[in-house]
């Protein structure tokens, strides 16, 4: 399975940035996807998560600001984000938690894919 993200860049404060994120591979089920960031010097800590339901879950900090989509059909998730802060300034991963196969989901294993990071710069 891979993970192609796109959409990152250099944007000033206030302004907005959508990221995408599509899932290619041997897929069998997708059960979350996502979106992760990273501070250099830090670990990655979770921005927003979407399930094959359309359940989102948000962390605090971009809560009202930063949106979360996800299409089923075409495995992909996108991140809209709005009035950006420089502290939003990292690199962002997408992932996907995914059965690839069907003796996988019966058994209830699942893997966890990422992909490249895409950096995200907000200029004050």
């Known amino acids: 399975v891979q993970l192609q993200a796109s959409g990152g860049g250099w944007v000033q404060t206030g302004g907005s940035l959508r990221l995408s994120c599509a899932a290619s591979?041997?897929?069998?089920?997708?059960?979350?996807m996502g979106w992760y960031r990273q501070y250099p010097g830090n670990q990655r800590e979770l921005v927003a998560v979407?399930?094959?339901?359309?359940?989102?879950n948000y962390a605090g900090p971009v809560k009202g600001r930063f949106t979360i989509s996800r299409d089923n059909a075409r495995n992909t998730v996108e991140l809209q984000m709005n009035s950006l802060k420089p502290e939003d300034t990292a690199v962002y991963y997408c992932?996907?938690?995914?059965?690839?196969?069907?003796?996988?989901?019966?058994?209830?294993?699942?893997?966890?894919?990422w992909g490249e990071g895409t950096q995200v710069t907000v200029s004050s």
């Open positions: 992932y996907a938690v995914a059965n690839v196969d069907r003796q996988s989901r019966k058994d209830g294993r699942a893997t966890t894919y």
């Open positions: 979407i399930t094959t339901g359309g359940g989102t």
């Open positions: 591979g041997n897929i069998f089920r997708i059960i979350t």
